[in-house]
């Protein structure tokens, strides 16, 4: 199953992230109480759909540069993380959002993150060279994000 993925359908795998990532954002922030918690939601909402276009952007590079074929270890990983689902598909984000509590929702969101960064740095050396920089600049972002959901959890205590 692994053996048939390429660089292209893992960027698919972070473009997948990123909008699921901006949905979840954007329905807790509508069904948030809290005003602090709705408006950083609409900020990492923003974010996730910048996130997305530059994943687009480095997909459309790849697409002009030849893949490098991935190794045994690198389909392994990557078959894992796709099983294990990074992010909860788009329904069961929503559900969350509906069923849960403020303060569950914000540390779903920080192992969403937590994840999120770890794929994106395993990335990393199959990323083009004209494109690291902005792989770097998610990442950073990325774990901006989670600080401000860590603090935001504080704040809810």
């Known amino acids: 199953m692994a053996e048939g993925l390429t ?11 990123e909008e699921t990532g901006r949905v979840f954002y954007e329905a807790m922030g509508a069904a948030s ?9 609409r900020r990492l909402a923003l974010a996730e759909k910048e996130h997305y276009e530059r994943f687009r952007a480095m997909r459309a590079h790849l697409v002009r540069h030849a893949e ?27 559900a969350a959002v509906h069923q849960s509590s403020p ?3 914000l540390d779903l969101a920080g192992a969403l993150e937590q994840d999120s960064i770890t794929f994106y740095s395993w990335l990393r050396p199959m ?23 860590k603090l935001a959890r504080r704040h809810l205590v």
């Open 68 to 94: 490098r074929a991935l190794t045994g270890g690198e389909k392994e990983f990557i078959h894992g993380m796709v099983a294990n689902r990074i992010m909860p598909s788009l329904r069961e984000a929503l």
């Open 7 to 17: 660089a292209d359908e893992i960027l698919q795998v972070a473009m997948e992230i």
């Open 127 to 149: 990323i083009a060279p004209d494109d690291a920089t902005a792989l770097e600049l998610i990442l950073e972002e990325e774990k901006g994000h989670l600080q401000e959901l």
């Open 33 to 41: 109480l809290n005003e602090k918690i709705d408006e950083l939601c």
């Open 103 to 105: 303060a569950h929702l």
